[in-house]
């Protein structure tokens, strides 16, 4: 069995004011929950505070994004040493807002994949097609490529640890979700690449997240699909109320 993560990406939300609210409010809201996995992923500036707040409680933090070096002159970049230092579990990489708006690729996903292993952060990888792109029929082969090139050299041992979180970036902040059926199917070629890549035994432990407009109204009907093993959340993690009813779907 694979246990559920609903993972909040708070984006470039909230200030530490904000911060400090919406996660006192969260941590009371969700104490009770024990069978999923529940994360958070604020902007760098508040990791700190918030990882303060959770500590002793059932919620786990994650950062944005990292660099894959591991110290130097890099202006303005986050080491994953930095990350696990001030008490990160996880780390979102390759999300498509970073893909389109700066300028990462399959190669930059690749290594700081490598890299966020290395100082022992456990990666959240997205991948997910354009709206032309699933017009023209290229899902598929752009999911698959970012599947591959993404995981490229990865070390078999730690396939099992990795998160991958599909969202069609079509669906991003749109209010448009994938149908349950359209995120399962997408879900399942995904696991049955893993399948030809890894083995039987790696694919069936990995978590695959879906993202895109994920709401506490559509949250049930996509856990009901087999090969959707959790949520990452943008605009509805911004708010306690709406991110705990999606955590206890
Ligand atoms: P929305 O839930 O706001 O569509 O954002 C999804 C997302 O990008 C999560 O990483």
């Known amino acids: 069995m694979r246990k559920p993560i609903l993972a909040g990406n708070w984006k470039m939300y909230k200030k530490v004011g904000e911060a400090i609210k919406l996660i006192s409010e969260l941590k009371i809201k969700v104490q009770d929950v024990k069978d999923r996995e529940i994360i958070v992923c604020p902007a760098y500036t508040v ?40 008490g990160c579990d996880y780390v979102i990489i390759g999300h498509s807002e970073r893909r389109h708006y700066f300028g990462e690729t399959d190669d930059t996903v690749n290594r700081k994949l490598k890299a966020a292993f290395n100082s022992g952060l456990l990666p959240i990888v997205c991948v997910g097609e354009t709206l032309r792109e699933r017009e023209q029929n290229l899902t598929f082969k752009v999911i698959e490529k970012q599947v591959h090139d993404g995981l490229k050299g990865l070390e078999d041992a730690l396939i099992p640890k990795l998160i991958i979180a ?80 999606i955590v206890k779907y």
Request: proline share 3%; no cysteine.
């Open 47 to 86: 990791l700190n505070k918030v990882k303060e707040i959770i500590k002793d409680s059932n919620i786990k933090i994650g950062a944005q994004d990292v660099y894959w070096e591991e110290k130097g002159a890099f202006t303005g970049e986050i080491s994953p040493d930095m990350l696990k230092d001030i």
């Open 166 to 245: 599909y969202e069609p970036v079509w669906a991003i902040g749109t209010g448009k979700t994938a149908t349950p059926e359209e995120a399962q199917e997408v879900h399942k070629f995904i696991r049955d690449f893993l399948k030809r890549m890894y083995g039987e035994g790696s694919s069936n432990v990995i978590r695959i997240l879906y993202g895109g407009s994920v709401k506490p109204e559509n949250i049930s009907q996509l856990m009901s699909q087999e090969d959707i093993d959790g949520g990452l959340v943008g605009g509805a993690s911004l708010d306690a109320e709406s991110f705990s009813k």
